[in-house]
């Protein structure tokens, strides 16, 4: 377990990969709750997202990114099964190119 002190009314500077979505108010409201560690998200496009878990300073953290689906409970035409694979490839591509 990693323990993250700051003084007090000091501010930290959360460096997030371009495609996060999350303010900088959110990550810093979660970082008592997350070990010190910032989840980042991205959009959701196609029912497909991803996150990574980084140190403030975009030093990745102790997990690897993930990438989530939504829909994966129903059967898909061959339309929609290849309309996520697409959206699934996407986010992977933004994942491994995020900094």
Do not use: F
């Not at 495609?19 to 959701?44: F, K, P, R």
């Amino acid at each position: 377990m990693t323990t993250v002190i700051l003084p007090r009314n000091v501010r930290p500077e959360i460096v997030c990969p371009s495609w996060c979505t999350v303010s900088t108010e959110d990550h810093i409201a979660e970082l008592a709750n997350l070990e010190g560690y910032a989840i980042h998200w991205s959009s959701s496009s196609g029912g497909v997202e991803h996150s990574s878990m980084t140190y403030t300073d975009g030093s990745p953290g102790p997990e690897p990114g993930q990438v989530y689906c939504d829909g994966w409970t129903k059967d898909l035409t061959l339309t929609e099964a290849e309309q996520l694979a697409h959206a699934i490839l996407a986010a992977v591509k933004e994942a491994r190119g995020a900094n």
